[in-house]
């Protein structure tokens, strides 16, 4: 994480009144300083002015506000600076390029509504106080990497038609992207989000990068739509994130993501590849009703409290292998469209695939279950392979597969009825399992089954 840019009064810099600025801006000059301290305040009612009466009539005489936007012809150029006082540009049409490189916005900054044609460069800014960039646009590159937020940063419906840059950018405040429009592709790498973030209904059409970021705060991506590559690889989420209903309409990985807190993404769409190899969910993950409509990876993922699978659906392979799921994991009425792999998987509580239909082959192989593993009306339209698998309590009541590949001493308790009973002896029978039909017989007769 950074601090605020290391620029104050104290040190050799030349200080600026804002009305000389503003005149220049009215005149169209070119307005290039670096190093100065800017006093007194930036506000885009004074441009209603002339230059001569921005430089003459004091800023307490209130300006009326503007029913217009107001056009800046000028090149804008503060770097390396500090700027005292509050700025106000809102509703300002920037025809040439802004930078504000390195410069701190010591108290609240404001460009609602703003439209940037040139190139806007906020790179190592610091902003002190509210940072309001909500319903503005940008039509060529933005930067604010390496930006610090110490005030709440709203970016509220925002539009970015080029490239968009917030990468290694610490947020201390709540910060807002919802329902902003990112046409070009962003980066947020390695930022940290320090409180509350939200990215509710954000539309990504290009590539969006959150690799290495941190988020310490709530983090809430419901509804947002992902056009194009989405990677979140390293991230680390430390409180609950959602992302229910989202729609990755492209690849995304969450590859050795970290999630300390609950995360969700209930009814998300997966309509390409989804890779999470290797993350850490540490708290309660929810991925009910969720569609992958292309391969999931979730091999050698650490599921540390309950897992929810409930009625998701797999259309193409999915792979859980050597995975390790420590608290409940929920599959009850997901559908496995084609290859399901859980081999090596470890179930460490119980395991629901009840009503859960396999229409490819389900390799369970090397698997664990510790506890109850329910099959209950579980439908194997392929063989079921669970050779070298270890469950404590199966249930297969009403299951129905061609072949199961499961040895008998495999079971701890077979707590099924005596049509699963049936069943299985009869699989056994049909594979030449001659001692596995001997024990199952036998407990079959033990039990008072028919």
């Known amino acids: 994480m950074q601090v605020m840019p290391e620029i104050s009064s104290g040190q050799s810099s030349t200080s600026v009144p804002a009305d000389v600025i503003l005149a220049k801006i009215r005149l169209g000059e070119k307005v290039d300083y670096d190093h100065i301290v800017v006093t007194g305040h930036l506000s885009s009612d004074r441009l209603a002015l002339t230059a001569k009466q921005i430089l003459r009539i004091p800023f307490e005489v209130k300006v009326g506000p503007l029913d217009r936007p107001i056009t800046a012809n000028s090149s804008i150029s503060i770097t390396d600076s500090w700027i005292a006082g509050d700025v106000d540009f809102n509703n300002m049409i920037f025809n040439r390029p802004v930078s504000f490189k390195n410069t701190v916005f010591a108290n609240n900054s404001s460009f609602k509504g703003c439209q940037f ?44 038609d080029d490239s968009a840059s917030f990468s290694q950018s610490d947020f ?27 990215f509710i209904e954000t539309q990504f059409s290009a590539e969006a990068s959150f690799d290495e970021a941190h ?25 609950e994130a959602t992302f229910m209903d989202a729609d990755f309409a492209a690849p995304v990985e969450f590859t050795n993501t970290v999630f300390n807190g609950t995360i969700g993404f209930s009814s998300a769409e997966f309509k390409e590849i989804a890779s999470f190899g290797e993350a850490q969910f540490n708290r ?40 390790t799921l420590s608290g409940r994991a929920n599959f009850q009425g997901a559908k496995f469209l084609e290859y399901a792999d859980f081999s090596g998987t470890q179930f460490m509580d119980d395991a629901n695939f009840s009503c859960t239909m396999f229409d490819g082959p389900a ?17 194997f339209q392929k063989n079921a392979h669970m050779e070298s698998c270890r469950i404590g309590d199966l249930n297969l009541t009403k299951a129905r597969y061609p072949w199961i590949f499961l040895h008998w001493d495999s079971i701890g308790n077979f707590e099924s009825d005596e049509d699963a009973y049936c069943c299985i002896l009869k699989n056994y029978d049909n594979l030449g399992w001659l001692q596995d039909s001997r024990d199952c017989s036998s407990e079959l007769k033990r039990k008072g089954f028919s």
């Open 284 to 323: 309660s993950a929810i991925f009910n009703e969720s569609k992958f409509y292309k391969p999931a990876e979730f091999s050698r993922c650490r599921f540390g409290d309950s897992a929810d699978f409930s009625s998701s659906q797999f259309n193409q392979d999915c792979n859980f292998n050597d995975s």
């Open 172 to 198: 201390y405040n709540i910060s807002s992207w919802w329902g902003a429009k990112f046409a070009g592709p962003v980066s947020f790498s390695g930022s940290w989000f320090n409180d509350y973030v939200e």
């Open 363 to 379: 390799d369970f192989s090397r698997s664990m279950f510790e506890k109850n593993a329910s099959l209950f009306d579980a439908k």
């Open 215 to 239: 988020f310490l705060g709530p983090a809430y991506f419901s509804g947002a739509i992902y056009s194009s590559l989405a990677t979140f690889n390293g991230t680390r989420f430390e409180i």
């Open 117 to 160: 044609n040139g190139e806007a460069t906020f790179t190592g800014s610091g902003f002190g106080g509210i940072a309001d960039f909500q319903k503005s646009r940008f039509l060529a590159k933005a930067d604010f990497s390496r930006a610090v937020s110490l005030g709440p940063a709203i970016f509220f419906d925002t539009q970015f």
